[in-house]
Protein backbone atom coordinates (compact mmCIF):
# COMPACT_ATOMS: atom_id res chain seq x y z
CA UNK A 1 0.00 0.00 0.00
CA UNK A 2 1.47 3.25 -1.16
CA UNK A 3 -0.49 6.47 -0.06
CA UNK A 4 0.87 10.05 -0.47
CA UNK A 5 0.05 13.32 1.43
CA UNK A 6 1.41 16.75 1.30
CA UNK A 7 1.61 18.20 4.97
CA UNK A 8 3.57 20.88 4.06
CA UNK A 9 4.74 22.91 1.50
CA UNK A 10 7.72 21.86 -0.15
CA UNK A 11 7.78 18.61 1.31
CA UNK A 12 6.14 15.11 -0.36
CA UNK A 13 5.34 12.49 2.40
CA UNK A 14 4.64 9.23 1.39
CA UNK A 15 3.65 5.90 3.61
CA UNK A 16 4.63 2.42 2.36
CA UNK A 17 3.59 -0.68 4.35
CA UNK A 18 6.23 -3.59 3.83
CA UNK A 19 3.99 -6.11 5.60
CA UNK A 20 4.32 -5.17 9.75
CA UNK A 21 6.97 -2.48 9.06
CA UNK A 22 5.68 1.29 8.23
CA UNK A 23 8.25 3.04 6.36
CA UNK A 24 8.30 6.78 5.61
CA UNK A 25 9.93 8.76 3.15
CA UNK A 26 10.20 12.48 3.15
CA UNK A 27 11.17 14.36 -0.09
CA UNK A 28 12.37 18.41 -0.33
CA UNK A 29 10.73 19.93 -3.07
CA UNK A 30 13.09 21.12 -5.44
CA UNK A 31 13.27 24.83 -5.57
CA UNK A 32 12.05 27.46 -8.27
CA UNK A 33 15.12 29.28 -9.53
CA UNK A 34 16.26 32.34 -7.80
CA UNK A 35 15.01 34.59 -9.96
CA UNK A 36 11.30 33.08 -9.30
CA UNK A 37 11.41 34.85 -5.62
CA UNK A 38 13.23 38.03 -5.27
CA UNK A 39 10.77 40.51 -7.36
CA UNK A 40 8.05 38.77 -4.77
CA UNK A 41 10.73 40.06 -1.80
CA UNK A 42 11.44 43.06 -2.98
CA UNK A 43 7.63 44.07 -3.78
CA UNK A 44 7.15 42.74 0.41
CA UNK A 45 9.64 44.78 1.48
CA UNK A 46 7.75 47.85 -0.42
CA UNK A 47 5.07 46.75 1.45
CA UNK A 48 6.70 47.27 4.84
CA UNK A 49 7.98 50.55 4.34
CA UNK A 50 4.66 51.21 3.51
CA UNK A 51 3.40 50.16 6.51
CA UNK A 52 6.06 52.21 8.18
CA UNK A 53 4.75 55.50 6.50
CA UNK A 54 1.09 54.52 7.45
CA UNK A 55 2.67 54.32 11.29
CA UNK A 56 3.36 58.37 10.56
CA UNK A 57 -0.05 59.62 10.83
CA UNK A 58 -1.57 60.92 13.14
CA UNK A 59 -3.93 58.23 14.29
CA UNK A 60 -2.88 55.14 12.29
CA UNK A 61 -5.76 52.62 11.58
CA UNK A 62 -3.97 49.48 13.19
CA UNK A 63 -6.35 46.73 11.87
CA UNK A 64 -5.91 48.27 7.96
CA UNK A 65 -2.00 48.23 8.84
CA UNK A 66 -2.49 44.51 9.95
CA UNK A 67 -4.13 43.64 6.57
CA UNK A 68 -1.59 45.02 4.71
CA UNK A 69 0.82 42.91 6.80
CA UNK A 70 -1.02 39.97 5.79
CA UNK A 71 -2.15 40.37 1.82
CA UNK A 72 -0.15 40.54 -1.05
CA UNK A 73 3.69 39.59 -1.85
CA UNK A 74 3.68 39.93 2.28
CA UNK A 75 1.14 36.90 2.89
CA UNK A 76 4.52 34.60 0.57
CA UNK A 77 7.10 36.19 2.46
CA UNK A 78 8.18 33.35 4.48
CA UNK A 79 8.21 30.57 1.62
CA UNK A 80 9.98 33.23 -0.65
CA UNK A 81 12.70 34.35 1.80
CA UNK A 82 13.52 30.85 2.86
CA UNK A 83 13.80 29.66 -0.85
CA UNK A 84 16.28 32.84 -1.01
CA UNK A 85 17.89 32.03 2.06
CA UNK A 86 18.81 28.55 1.12
CA UNK A 87 20.18 29.80 -2.28
CA UNK A 88 22.64 31.42 -0.03
CA UNK A 89 23.15 28.63 1.84
CA UNK A 90 24.67 26.46 -1.08
CA UNK A 91 26.23 29.82 -1.76
CA UNK A 92 28.22 29.54 1.10
CA UNK A 93 26.02 32.14 3.37
CA UNK A 94 23.62 29.76 4.99
CA UNK A 95 24.00 30.98 8.62
CA UNK A 96 24.22 34.73 7.68
CA UNK A 97 21.13 34.53 6.43
CA UNK A 98 18.99 32.24 8.32
CA UNK A 99 19.60 33.92 11.26
CA UNK A 100 18.59 37.18 8.96
CA UNK A 101 15.68 35.29 7.66
CA UNK A 102 14.67 34.47 11.32
CA UNK A 103 15.05 38.28 12.69
CA UNK A 104 13.23 39.34 9.94
CA UNK A 105 10.19 36.38 10.30
CA UNK A 106 10.28 37.52 14.38
CA UNK A 107 10.03 41.25 13.91
CA UNK A 108 7.26 41.06 11.46
CA UNK A 109 5.56 38.45 13.72
CA UNK A 110 6.01 40.98 17.02
CA UNK A 111 4.87 43.54 14.93
CA UNK A 112 1.57 41.71 14.05
CA UNK A 113 1.16 40.84 17.85
CA UNK A 114 1.83 44.76 18.48
CA UNK A 115 -0.85 45.89 15.82
CA UNK A 116 -3.59 42.83 17.26
CA UNK A 117 -3.29 44.59 20.79
CA UNK A 118 -3.10 48.46 19.67
CA UNK A 119 -6.75 47.42 17.43
CA UNK A 120 -8.31 46.28 20.87
CA UNK A 121 -7.27 49.44 22.32
CA UNK A 122 -4.32 48.35 24.56
CA UNK A 123 -2.36 50.95 25.85
CA UNK A 124 0.78 48.50 26.24
CA UNK A 125 1.73 49.36 22.62
CA UNK A 126 3.44 51.76 21.23
CA UNK A 127 4.04 53.59 18.04
CA UNK A 128 7.49 53.77 18.39
CA UNK A 129 7.95 49.89 19.32
CA UNK A 130 6.01 49.10 16.11
CA UNK A 131 8.46 51.00 14.09
CA UNK A 132 11.61 49.64 15.86
CA UNK A 133 10.13 46.12 14.38
CA UNK A 134 9.45 47.76 10.97
CA UNK A 135 12.70 49.19 10.75
CA UNK A 136 14.00 45.81 12.21
CA UNK A 137 12.38 43.46 9.53
CA UNK A 138 13.29 45.53 6.72
CA UNK A 139 17.13 45.90 7.75
CA UNK A 140 17.20 41.82 7.94
CA UNK A 141 15.30 41.45 4.90
CA UNK A 142 18.06 43.97 3.32
CA UNK A 143 20.29 41.92 4.65
CA UNK A 144 18.91 38.56 2.88
CA UNK A 145 18.95 40.49 -0.38
CA UNK A 146 22.33 41.49 -0.31
CA UNK A 147 23.24 37.71 -0.33
CA UNK A 148 21.49 37.10 -3.86
CA UNK A 149 24.24 38.14 -6.94
CA UNK A 150 24.10 41.56 -8.43
CA UNK A 151 22.97 40.71 -11.87
CA UNK A 152 19.78 38.04 -10.16
CA UNK A 153 18.98 41.14 -7.80
CA UNK A 154 18.97 43.96 -10.35
CA UNK A 155 17.00 41.50 -12.68
CA UNK A 156 14.42 40.95 -9.31
CA UNK A 157 14.28 44.71 -9.01
CA UNK A 158 13.14 45.70 -12.55
CA UNK A 159 10.41 43.03 -12.53
CA UNK A 160 9.24 44.81 -9.40
CA UNK A 161 9.30 47.65 -10.86
CA UNK A 162 7.49 46.83 -13.79
CA UNK A 163 4.56 44.66 -11.99
CA UNK A 164 4.53 48.42 -9.68
CA UNK A 165 4.69 51.06 -12.82
CA UNK A 166 3.65 48.92 -15.95
CA UNK A 167 4.51 50.26 -18.52
CA UNK A 168 6.94 52.59 -17.50
CA UNK A 169 9.68 53.94 -19.76
CA UNK A 170 11.63 50.81 -20.38
CA UNK A 171 12.63 50.32 -23.63
CA UNK A 172 11.69 46.52 -25.11
CA UNK A 173 15.57 46.09 -26.31
CA UNK A 174 16.38 46.90 -22.59
CA UNK A 175 14.60 43.76 -21.48
CA UNK A 176 16.11 40.26 -21.73
CA UNK A 177 13.95 37.36 -23.09
CA UNK A 178 13.38 35.86 -19.47
CA UNK A 179 12.07 39.60 -18.14
CA UNK A 180 9.66 39.70 -21.53
CA UNK A 181 8.48 36.49 -20.38
CA UNK A 182 7.32 37.82 -17.02
CA UNK A 183 6.15 41.11 -18.27
CA UNK A 184 3.79 39.10 -20.18
CA UNK A 185 2.46 37.26 -17.39
CA UNK A 186 1.84 40.30 -15.28
Not at 33 to 56: D, F, H, M, R, S
Not at 76 to 89: D, F, G, H, P
Not at 99 to 122: I, M, P, T, Y
Amino acid sequence: MVSGCRLIEGLNIIIRMDGEHMLVHVNKKKLDPLEAYIPAVILTELQIKELGQYLEVDQPKFADCRNLLRSGPASSLRVNIRAVAQYASDAGNGNFAFNEVDQCLRALEELDSLLLRASRNDSGTSIESMKAKVATALGALNSVLQTVPEEVLNKGKAMANEYINPGNDLAPQDLDSDLKKLESIL
